[in-house]
């Protein structure tokens, strides 16, 4: 069937017979061929000159011809995942059912004994006529009425003397069957085994039972599920209609003529909700976008809480249109559940080509995250997991080999201390001289960019076809993908001055804009992004966001970006109680609220020490990890004090710091175990690890106190191990400070 060349009809329309019946004039053009006018375009001057053949008014065939395209299946038949999820609910609607029911099995068998024995009256009721021999009886009556009335009637007195004696025996021989099988079905009974006399009492009981039934008895109790949302099509329009996003009626209260939506799919059963995909009905200006920005006064109306409520817009690519929405009403909130342990923990690698495996939606559905090509920004309040999503991403990175890490953590907290195993550089905390190696380390980083590029451009289209980095270069010239990992990057921001944070600024944009096609995938994280912790420019060019818990609609959009809360991705409407539950945008049009992988900083270490393993069987140790003492003493299997080992690892940017200073930074690495040290436990634990100070009075800056040099802690090291450690990276990773 072909259109005309006067219109071009939607996928999946439906046309209208009766317009098209209404353009019919008096005057009948000329009949046209079925066969003939689906292979000729109908000629403009033609009477239905707009319309496909089948479809014309002088067609006697249109209206079997033209059948409306809707789907054969009912909407829950359509995939896979709809027909297990409603499987699901029938299994989980029977076991609720036969909980319901076992509990009441005690009120039942006290019901069934009654209907038994209203049923075992009413049988008796109904077999003693026959016992009693009632058709007997009557004909004796008649009789003795007769004899009575003429008793001078010897033949008559007979008959009635013969009648009587056969009633008389037809009660014996029926009470003495009646008996005989009551008794046999008794010794019988008394005799069978203990299952046949379950089942035999069942046999008479059920029978009798259902004899004793009334017209309004009920046996089984009217269980019904307490669903806690309930959704039908009218429920929607009027929620919709509270909302203002339909018009009334003319009518006033009545609603009968009001614009009502159209729904595609539903409402039907989906999992632990209810699902529907409706259109917008036409003429009432309103859009999908429209709808997606009611979202809490909908889920108001429909008596949930909005974050129970899910819907975005469903495109053309997927048989939508700008007012076609597909909603997901929960049950509950979906988010409270258990986290669901990361796969990545058991994982023996992983190659970063692939999604990073990130958390579940709200329906259960599985959520992975490409990461290549891709700079990442990670935001909202503090305490609400977002480190632990953070981490997700690099924790995927170190389970390949051929990714090569940078973290700067400017909390310099126990969060990050396990990357010490691979990172080639490693930043923690926020004090001058980490500072100073954060901007080295970018500096490192645009270089090896710059130097990448180089060398892209000199090879030939077959070895880099698009200019970026493929599997066949990352082996061939050894050059891994850089994963750049930055936490709380606003305290770094806030420790620079306007200076030398806008220069800070360029740098990570510049890696975040161009980095990508190097084989550059970025990784920042920080609180409430202000202009001035994390400015705009930094964040608008960032591909993924992903928030955790934020205070209103306008922080959730500095992490997300402008307008994402008005589309429906607002993470102000999570919770104290959705700790791991973040709202992740990947594209302009693309968000989910999403409940997290669990990856405990224990299984995020031990990855660091698989991944490092990883790299030694390659030849990827480098840098900072290749250098830490720490690291090359567990290969060795020799045994460092905790102390000074913590030690080295806060002084990694220092060649010497004040006791004060050195202490300060320990409490912040590790409260738990440094939190009620003193300077005299500090200096007493060291020289019990060792370490002999050439001087005890260290200048900074002019600032003459107590302290420690980094060479006299290094010195209480053995020195094989010193010795291991520089033959890897002899040169350091930061300048020393003064």
């Known amino acids: 069937m072909t259109e005309s060349p006067t219109q071009t009809p939607e996928m999946g329309s439906v046309h209208d017979l009766n317009e098209h019946r209404a353009t019919r004039t008096a005057t009948t053009p000329p009949p046209v061929s079925l066969v003939k006018a689906t292979t000729t375009p109908t000629p403009p001057a033609a009477a239905g000159a707009g319309l496909e053949a089948v479809d014309r008014p002088d067609n006697p065939l249109s209206d079997w011809l033209c059948v409306p395209d809707a789907p054969v299946l009912p909407a829950w038949a359509r995939s896979k995942a709809s027909i297990l999820a409603n499987a699901k609910a029938v299994g989980r609607l029977s076991w609720w059912h036969a909980r319901y029911h076992g509990i009441r099995t005690p009120k039942y068998l006290i019901k069934t004994v009654l209907l038994a024995a209203r049923g075992f009256f009413r049988a008796t009721a109904g077999l003693w006529p026959t016992l009693s021999a009632q058709d007997h009886s009557a004909a004796v009556k008649a009789l003795r009425a007769q004899v009575k009335a003429r008793p001078e009637d010897v033949e008559l007195a007979a008959r009635l003397q013969y009648a009587h004696a056969e009633r008389t025996r037809t009660r014996r021989w029926r009470f003495g069957a009646a008996a005989v099988g009551v008794a046999a079905a008794a010794i019988g009974f008394a005799l069978a085994d203990p299952m046949l006399q379950t089942g035999l009492a069942g046999a008479v009981v059920t029978p009798l039972a259902y004899l004793g039934r009334g017209k309004e008895t009920q046996f089984l109790d009217q269980g019904a599920p307490p669903l806690r949302v309930d959704m039908s099509a009218q429920q929607l329009n009027d929620a919709l209609r509270a909302a203002g996003l339909l018009k009334s009626g003319r009518s006033g209260d009545d609603e009968k003529d009001a614009p009502r939506v159209s729904c595609s799919m539903g409402p039907v059963r989906d999992g632990r909700g209810w699902a529907v995909i409706f259109d917008m009905p036409r003429g009432g200006g309103k859009t999908a976008s429209d709808v997606l920005a009611k979202r809490e006064v909908i889920a108001q109306e429909l008596g949930v809480d909005e974050i129970q409520v899910i819907m975005s817009r469903v495109r053309a690519a997927k048989g939508g249109n700008a007012g076609r929405v597909s909603m ?65 991403m690099t924790a995927a990175g170190l389970l390949d080999p051929w990714v090569r890490h940078y973290v700067a953590d400017f909390k310099g907290g126990q969060d990050w201390m396990g990357m010490r195993h691979v990172a080639h550089r490693l930043v923690l905390g926020a004090e001058e001289d980490a500072i100073e190696a954060f901007k080295a380390m970018l500096a490192e980083l645009l270089a090896e960019m710059e130097r990448r590029f180089t060398l892209f451009r000199g090879l030939p289209t077959s070895i880099c076809p698009e200019g970026k980095l493929t599997p066949q270069i990352i082996e061939k010239y050894k050059m891994p993908f850089i994963f750049l990992t930055v936490d709380e990057l606003q305290e770094a921001f806030l420790a620079m001055d306007d200076k030398d944070r806008e220069a800070v600024v360029d740098d990570l944009g510049r890696l975040a804009r161009r980095g990508p096609a190097a084989g550059f995938i970025s990784n920042y994280a920080s609180q409430r992004p202000d202009a001035k912790s994390v400015p705009t420019k930094l964040r608008e060019i960032i591909t993924i966001r992903c928030c955790t818990q934020v205070t209103d609609k306008t922080s959730s959009d500095m992490v997300l970006g402008s307008g994402k809360a008005a589309m429906g991705a607002d993470a102000s409407l999570l919770s104290e109680e959705h700790k791991g539950v973040t709202v992740l945008v990947t594209g302009p049009a693309s968000y989910a609220t999403v409940k997290n992988d669990l990856l405990t900083t224990t299984e995020f270490n031990a990855l660091a020490l698989k991944g490092r393993a990883l790299r030694e069987a390659v030849g990827q140790i480098s840098g900072d990890a290749a250098g830490d003492v720490a690291a090359v003493a567990g290969r060795a299997g020799v045994t460092i004090d905790p102390v000074l080992s913590d030690v080295l690892d806060v002084m990694r940017h220092s060649d010497r710091m004040h006791s004060v200073d050195l202490l300060a930074r320990l409490v912040n690495a590790d409260e738990d175990r440094y939190g009620d040290w003193d300077l005299d436990k500090l200096a007493s634990s060291l020289d019990a690890a060792g370490v002999k100070r050439t001087t005890k009075q260290i200048n900074i800056k002019g600032k003459n106190l107590a302290g420690y040099r980094r060479a006299d802690l290094e010195a209480a090291v053995p020195e094989e191990l010193l010795l291991a450690a520089r033959a890897v990276d002899p040169s350091p990773s930061t300048p020393a400070t003064a």
């Open 328 to 392: 997901w009403v929960a049950d509950d909130d979906p988010y409270l559940a258990d986290p669901v342990p990361s796969p990545l923990a058991t994982m023996d690698r992983f190659s970063i080509w692939d999604a990073v495996p990130f958390g579940q939606d709200a329906r259960g559905n599985r959520v992975s995250v490409p990461v290549v090509w891709q700079s990442m920004f990670f935001g909202g309040l503090p305490r609400r997991g977002k480190t632990f999503t953070q981490r997700l």
